[in-house]
């Protein structure tokens, strides 16, 4: 029993999945305090953030930008890549272990009590929606409508208004209203899970070989169905059935509610291993060849 | 197309100023990503975000330069990632032309002030005073940082910065 594993001696994902989203929300509330104190090589918030030389940018506001303006700089360029790199090899991470709007998400969630729902099977299919209206409508308005919904912009932004100016404007807390009321309101994690345009880019990230949940056939028990393997999840997938871009973004919260010993049959891995082969059969396949060859 | 747009993005208020190096305004919404970055490298916080007056801009940097004015340091276009704030010379710097209000501005009613023209940082050129003793703005120098607004003593201003990007 310790901090990092539990009893059975298994990783506590969520543990450190918090201290990561505490980290952030802590960095954003200090930001501001050091930018009062004439601080400019460190600046900015998940919209984009300036950390000495290195200039970072949400990938889907930095497309966005790009559409509306047909121009662009070097630095949202550059800064993209970083970001980018990270959800081709990590997957969404961005969104379980960074987006202070997750985290709160996933607060609200556990507040409502909400388990598993039954969502008809379109909804998870707004997310290519959803990124091809934020980013037709940015072209075509000529303005980076994501940057203007983003929530990890508008959560991060919120400090920085608070403290460095001494006030939320209007704009920023009636955004913020406007994505908790859809929180309550909308099915579980909507917003999270297929509107909210920052992740939905990062899930289509994606590759083949990206860091993802696999399981074990041969240990996994065949009576949790698809329904109770969700559960666990608070996106609602069950790691069975996970496809490229089902969604999930790497929580580990499955990992870690995996029934058995030290050896969860879920674990990360990169890119999708093949099931082991099942040697209980093996005896009988033996028998039936030297059968056939005795014959 | 384009006016359509741009009342959308607007709103139907008078726009407001921005940031010193702006693009023209058009290019400017296009680009800026209301990640705050000038906002939080003002050294006078005088950034402040868009609200919903300005249409869909909403979040988009402004200053109210009767509240806090531009000091011209420039530091906020050198953070600007998108390019939406460009670094420029201080005296090519085109955040709008101040406007005297000739009915309420105390020089023009026989009250000896020269408010605005002592904090200007273009001094007898872009603000000067002509032989009444009255402020006379040349636009043609005039950057629109807006410090003659906030030392205007007259309530309301008598000087405005009009947008002209």
């Given at each position: 029993m310790s901090f990092a594993r539990d009893d059975r001696g298994r990783i506590r994902w969520t543990r450190f999945r918090r201290l990561s989203q505490l980290f952030f929300v802590a960095f954003f509330i200090a930001l501001p305090f050091a930018n009062r104190y004439g601080v400019v090589e460190v600046l900015g918030t998940l919209a984009s953030l300036r950390l000495g030389p290195v200039s970072l940018v949400d990938p889907a506001v930095g497309a966005?930008?790009?559409?509306?303006?047909?121009?662009?700089?070097?630095?949202?360029?550059?800064?993209?890549?970083?970001?980018?790199?990270?959800?081709?090899?990590?997957?969404?991470?961005?969104?379980?272990?960074?987006?202070?709007?997750?985290?709160?998400?996933?607060?609200?969630?556990?507040?409502?009590?909400?388990?598993?729902?039954?969502?008809?099977?379109?909804?998870?299919?707004?997310?290519?929606?959803?990124?091809?209206?934020?980013?037709?409508?940015?072209?075509?308005?000529?303005?980076?409508?994501?940057?203007?919904?983003?929530?990890?912009?508008?959560?991060?932004?919120?400090?920085?208004?608070?403290?460095?100016?001494?006030?939320?404007?209007?704009?920023?807390?009636?955004?913020?209203?406007?994505?908790?009321?859809?929180?309550?309101?909308?099915?579980?994690?909507?917003?999270?899970?297929?509107?909210?345009?920052?992740?939905?880019?990062?899930?289509?990230?994606?590759?083949?070989?990206?860091?993802?949940?696999?399981?074990?056939?041969?240990?996994?028990?065949?009576?949790?169905?698809?329904?109770?393997?969700?559960?666990?999840?608070?996106?609602?997938?069950?790691?069975?059935?996970?496809?490229?871009?089902?969604?999930?973004?790497?929580?580990?919260?499955?990992?870690?509610?995996?029934?058995?010993?030290?050896?969860?049959?879920?674990?990360?891995?990169?890119?999708?291993?093949?099931?082991?082969?099942?040697?209980?059969?093996?005896?009988?396949?033996?028998?039936?060849v030297d059968r056939g060859l005795e014959e | 197309m384009s006016w359509t747009r741009r009342s959308l993005l607007t709103g139907f208020f008078p726009e407001e100023l921005r940031p010193p190096g702006a693009r023209r305004e058009e290019e400017f919404l296009a680009l800026c990503i209301k990640c705050g970055r000038c906002t939080a490298s003002c050294p006078y916080q005088s950034i402040r975000q868009a609200g919903w007056t300005s249409g869909l801009a909403v979040g988009t940097p402004v200053i109210h330069p009767r509240e806090i004015p531009c000091y011209v340091c420039m530091i906020c276009p050198d953070v600007c990632p998108s390019g939406a704030l460009e670094p420029v010379e201080k005296s090519m710097v085109d955040m709008g032309e101040a406007v005297v209000d000739t009915e309420t501005c105390f020089a023009f009613l026989g009250i000896l002030c020269r408010a605005c023209i002592d904090i200007c940082p273009f001094q007898d050129t872009a603000i000067f005073q002509n032989l009444d003793l009255e402020p006379v703005v040349d636009t043609e120098f005039c950057i629109g940082c807006g410090l003659c607004v906030k030392a205007c003593p007259a309530e309301p201003e008598a000087i405005r910065v009009i947008c002209t990007r």
């Open positions: 966005s930008s790009l559409l509306a303006g047909g121009a662009f700089t070097v630095t949202i360029l550059t800064g993209m890549i970083l970001p980018v790199l990270l959800a081709l090899a990590l997957g969404p991470v961005f969104c379980s272990w960074v987006c202070p709007w997750g985290l709160l998400s996933e607060m609200v969630d556990r507040l409502l009590g909400r388990g598993p729902q039954r969502i008809p099977g379109w909804l998870g299919r707004l997310r290519i929606v959803s990124i091809a209206v934020f980013l037709g409508l940015s072209a075509i308005l000529g303005l980076p409508l994501v940057a203007t919904l983003s929530a990890p912009r508008l959560i991060t932004v919120l400090p920085l208004e608070i403290i460095f100016l001494g006030g939320a404007s209007i704009g920023t807390l009636s955004l913020l209203a406007g994505l908790l009321v859809a929180e309550l309101v909308l099915p579980r994690r909507l917003w999270c899970r297929a509107l909210c345009p920052v992740g939905a880019l990062l899930v289509y990230l994606r590759t083949p070989w990206t860091l993802r949940v696999n399981w074990r056939s041969d240990t996994c028990d065949p009576k949790i169905d698809r329904l109770k393997g969700r559960r666990m999840c608070v996106w609602n997938l069950c790691p069975r059935f996970l496809e490229t871009y089902s969604g999930c973004t790497n929580c580990g919260a499955c990992i870690e509610a995996c029934p058995g010993g030290p050896e969860p049959s879920l674990y990360f891995a990169f890119g999708r291993r093949p099931a082991p082969v099942d040697t209980s059969l093996l005896p009988v396949i033996y028998s039936a | -």
